[in-house]
């Protein structure tokens, strides 16, 4: 089953074409293309919404037509012989960005008659997991880094899933495919937004996560005693607008007008380690409480390599005989490979009529 994959929930224009075959249990993905509008919104320090959908009008056709052109045995002319399935993002987004993933998809499905799948962009998050690149992988196409990957069979139900981005904190127990269940999430900041606040207090460009993670190699998590919001609640909420507050006040405390390379420095790490152990603490107690057979990460924060590190850590400190999986970084932010992944294993077909953009879906 050839499934084309589109992605615009946010700043990003993602087509992807899987390959996917559950007897064999191999998914090939034959292109993952991606565009970003993330060098216009980091002028701003964030994503402004009509410019990222103006942005991706642009781009659709062509992120469609290179996608369809690096797929072998995809006839670009004619390409509804060889696609059988439309996986569209539907939700959450932004409105103008979903619509325009939703419309694209609705006009092809309607044009080459074929069925869509719709697809919540965080369920997309938790399905990036269940691709795994094999180490012997083909090479299909160097100019996309296009390989072939297996479906990732170590992973087993039931499972903790946390989805940790810029604006999305949630912890979800999945008992089979299909079988989702909120467990908790922010109530305020998200883990991805409170490293930028904390990244614009520093005067770090946006996006702030990827640089805070460098300048925190070299810096000392202990330097600052910052706050661990909700480490210790019952429940498996997070809250980060208090950490966020605390960097503020810390930082209004340096009357230089320039911070030193090692206050940014000690800064990223504390901070860092602050979100990190709050992250880990109540996925580590949700698994425990709820006996899984599995963890997984998702989201673009899961691409920060602390993280991952301390997660592993944990697992390995107490013991617990829990694997721990995360997906490849290039899968972690935003494309439509993990799309189209979420709509083979749980994608319910539906005619194009029936589609519509949702900007405030959430877990069902």
Same mark, same amino acid.
């Given at each position: 089953m050839k499934i084309l994959g589109i992605e615009?929930?946010?700043?990003?224009?993602?087509?992807?074409?899987?390959?996917?075959?559950?007897?064999t249990k191999e998914l090939k993905i034959l292109s993952n293309v991606v565009a970003s509008s993330l060098a216009l919104h980091s002028k701003t320090g964030g994503i402004i919404p009509n410019i990222a959908a103006r942005e991706q009008v642009k781009y659709m056709i062509p992120v469609i037509k290179e996608a369809l052109s690096s797929t072998r045995g995809v006839d670009v002319q004619n390409p509804a012989g060889s696609i059988d399935v439309i996986a569209v993002t539907v939700g959450?987004?932004?409105?103008?960005?979903?619509?325009?993933g939703v419309e694209t998809a609705r006009t092809l499905a309607y044009v080459l008659k074929k069925p869509i799948v719709p697809v919540n962009h965080l369920i997309g998050h938790i399905y990036a997991n269940f691709i795994r690149a094999n180490p012997k992988s083909e090479i299909l196409n160097p100019k996309l880094?296009?390989?072939?990957?297996?479906?990732?069979? *170590?992973?087993? %139900?039931?499972?903790?899933?946390?989805?940790?981005?810029?604006?999305?904190?949630?912890?979800?127990?999945?008992?089979?495919?299909?079988?989702i269940h909120w467990l908790g999430g922010t109530r305020d900041d998200a883990a991805g937004e409170a490293f930028d606040k904390i990244g614009r207090l520093l005067g770090i460009p946006y996006p702030a996560g990827a640089e805070i993670e460098k300048?925190?190699?070299?810096g000392n998590p202990k330097a600052f005693s910052f706050p661990r919001p909700m480490i210790g609640s019952k429940d498996y909420d997070f809250s980060f607008s208090g950490l966020k507050t605390a960097v503020l006040r810390e930082t209004l405390k340096n009357? *230089?007008?320039? %911070?030193?390379?090692?206050?940014?420095?000690?800064?990223?790490?504390?901070?860092?380690?602050a979100i990190i152990d709050v992250l880990v603490s109540k996925t580590i107690k949700a698994a425990q409480q709820y006996k899984v057979r599995s963890i997984l990460l998702g989201g673009g924060v899961a691409a920060n390599q602390k993280l991952r590190d301390e997660f592993q850590l944990k697992i390995e400190n107490l013991k617990l005989k829990i694997p721990f999986f995360c997906p490849e970084k290039r899968l972690c932010t935003d494309n439509a490979a993990m799309i189209a992944s979420a709509a083979f294993f749980n994608g319910k077909q539906e005619d194009w009529?029936?589609?519509?953009? *949702?900007?405030?879906?959430?877990?069902?």
């Open positions: 615009t929930s946010c700043d990003e224009t993602g087509v992807a074409i899987i390959d996917a075959n559950i007897k959450p987004g932004l409105i103008g960005s979903l619509l325009v880094n296009a390989k072939r990957y297996t479906l990732n069979a *170590n992973i087993e %139900f039931p499972l903790i899933t946390l989805v940790v981005s810029g604006g999305h904190t949630d912890l979800v127990l999945m008992e089979k495919h299909g079988s300048f925190a190699k070299n009357k *230089n007008e320039k %911070f030193s390379q090692r206050y940014i420095q000690d800064i990223s790490a504390s901070s860092q380690q009529r029936n589609i519509i953009a *949702n900007p405030e879906l959430y877990f069902e």
